[in-house]
């Protein structure tokens, strides 16, 4: 039987490197959906800017955002469910994480937005409201996601070492090895975990999951589904995690898996 739900991430999996969605890609989402089955959105991505995929897609459902940590609805624009990290916790995660790999610049998502020290950049928009300060003001109130960017440091070494001095204290992971930039959730909080409560609010067992990754913010959400995918330019870890190895986000990796499964080849 083809799966009931398809859990996708969007950079790097079902997005192509230009940042488009290709024609192929959008007619197998619309014969999965056409299928019965519901397709979820899997991103680190905030929830700014979903509105535009989703109607480039024409799916109108749910995103999980934030990798995990918040559920949000494309239709209505707003948040189904929040899973912020507290202040207390993030305060001992900045120390840690300062003494341990110094030299860093932080962000933090927020539910009202994105906050940033002045050394902070990065390749995105910045919203016009963004707050730009000191991180220990940003973190005053809860954190959707608190992001660390080090230029000195690959991806893979700083999640390797932020592991080593707080890894008991949160979630953490990255979403591109060309960017240094460590995500920070609250513990227990992934894509995975996000997913399951969405799958039980549905009636939908994780047998009858099959989903898409590239990078090792994926590894939980690929381990937890049925059936797991990798794309051809995926991460060493998720390649070697995953039940399957399609072809790389810019040749329509995930179109031909769900163009099999949904049986049009």
Same mark, same amino acid.
């Given at each position: ?47 700014r800017g979903l509105s535009e995929l989703a109607e480039g897609t024409g799916h109108p459902g749910v995103a ?11 239709h209505t624009e707003s948040a189904l469910d929040v899973s912020p990290l507290s202040p207390a916790v993030a305060r001992t995660l900045v *120390? &840690? +994480? %300062?003494?341990?790999?110094? #030299?860093?610049?932080? $962000?933090?998502?927020? @539910? ?67 960017? *240094? &930039? +460590? %995500?920070?959730?609250?513990? #227990?909080?992934?894509? $995975?975990?996000?997913? @399951? ?69």
């Amino acid at each position: 039987m083809p799966p009931k739900l398809v859990a996708s991430d969007l950079d790097g999996t079902l997005v192509r490197s230009d940042g488009t969605i290709d024609e192929r890609t959008r007619r197998a989402i619309a014969l999965a959906e056409a299928a019965g089955a519901t397709v979820v959105f899997c991103t680190a991505r905030p929830q700014r800017g979903l509105s535009e995929l989703a109607e480039g897609t024409g799916h109108p459902g749910v995103a999980i955002c934030h990798n995990g940590a918040m559920l949000w609805d494309l239709h209505t624009e707003s948040a189904l469910d929040v899973s912020p990290l507290s202040p207390a916790v993030a305060r001992t995660l900045v *120390a &840690l +994480l %300062e003494a341990e790999v110094p #030299g860093g610049a932080w $962000a933090v998502e927020r @539910a009202g937005g994105l906050g940033h020290e002045p050394g902070f950049v990065t390749p995105w928009p910045i919203p016009e409201d963004t707050t730009v300060g000191a991180v220990r003001a940003l973190i005053a109130e809860p954190a959707v996601k608190l992001m660390l960017r080090h230029a000195e440091l690959t991806a893979d070494v700083l999640l390797e070492r932020a592991r080593t001095a707080c890894g008991h204290l949160a979630e953490l992971s990255h979403s591109s090895l060309n960017d *240094a &930039l +460590l %995500e920070i959730s609250a513990a #227990g909080v992934s894509k $995975a975990t996000a997913l @399951a409560r969405l799958c039980e609010q549905r009636g939908v067992d994780r047998r009858d999951v099959i989903a898409f990754g590239d990078m090792p913010n994926d590894l939980a959400m690929l381990t937890w589904a049925g059936h797991s995918v990798a794309v051809a330019n995926a991460h060493p870890d998720v390649r070697a995690a995953a039940d399957e190895l399609t072809a790389s986000n810019d040749e329509a990796g995930v179109a031909r898996v769900l163009e099999r499964v949904f049986g049009l080849s």
